[in-house]
T-cell receptor, first 114, second 112 residues
Framework: DSGVTQTPKHLITATGQRVTLRCSPR?????VYWYQQSLDQGLQFLIQ???????AKGNILERFSAQQFPDLHSELNLSSLELGDSALYFC?????????????FGQGTRLTVV | EDQVTQSPEALRLQEGESSSLNCSYT??????LFWYRQDPGKGPEFLFT???AGEEKEKERLKATLTKKESFLHITAPKPEDSATYLC?????????????FGKGTKLSVKP
């Protein structure tokens, strides 16, 4: 158990809908990262937050957004969902900003868009 | 642009048959190279971090090494429970700002 908690574990929704994925980082970790993993693309970095502020952005679509709350948990919002958004979404956390510390991953949320 | 290439894509071994997985990388300045293990449907599990060429780290049957252009994950006398996808990731000084750039992984199957 990495100490990173993600909910829900599975999510099935229809195209055009909006969903929210939640992540609680390890105790004491200030950075939260979101990754998308699909079969053909591997793990793709979406966005990082550090202590409530956006720190880095990767290949995140405009339909997607995230935030980190004062209690350090994070939410990833996915809207106007398309079939191609079906993937595993992982959250990871680390103590620092990420430059010197390894990230620990949650078990992921499997999103299926039908 | 940072790039991470892992080979082979898939590897089948008999129990006890040692082998190595390769991770070659291109970064502007390596801050760290990370190895993770991922079981199907699960999140990546951290294994090792390597920071400089010549560094080696070991954990049970796994040993990771690093050169200026690549890293190897050596698996000695593997067991069926070592079956998983092994992911390599890099962190560089410049562009990635703290986020890991992952390779696509090597899927290892160890048969009894």
């Amino acid at each position: 158990d990495s100490g990173v908690t993600q909910t829900p574990k599975h999510l099935i929704t229809a195209t055009g809908q909006r969903v929210t994925l939640r992540c609680s980082p390890r105790s004491g970790d200030l950075s939260v990262y979101w990754y998308q993993q699909s079969l053909d693309q591997g793990l793709q970095f979406l966005i990082q937050y550090y202590n409530g502020e956006e720190r880095a952005k990767g290949n995140i679509l405009e339909r997607f957004s995230a935030q980190q709350f004062p209690d350090l948990h994070s939410e990833l919002n996915l809207s106007s969902l398309e079939l191609g958004d079906s993937a595993l979404y992982f959250c990871a956390s680390s103590v620092g900003r990420g430059r010197d510390t390894e990230a620990f991953f949650g078990q992921g949320t499997r999103l299926t868009v039908v | 642009e940072d790039q991470v290439t892992q080979s082979p894509e898939a590897l089948r071994l008999q129990e006890g048959e040692s082998s190595s997985l390769n991770c070659s990388y291109t970064v502007s300045g390596l801050r760290g190279l990370f190895w993770y293990r991922q079981d199907p449907g699960k999140g990546p599990e951290f294994l090792f971090t390597l920071y400089s060429a010549g560094e080696e780290k070991e954990k049970e049957r796994l040993k990771a090494t690093l050169t200026k252009k690549e890293s190897f994950l050596h698996i000695t006398a593997p067991k069926p429970e070592d079956s998983a996808t092994y992911l390599c990731a890099v962190l560089d000084y410049g562009g990635s700002q703290g986020n890991l750039i992952f390779g696509k992984g090597t899927k290892l199957s160890v048969k009894p």
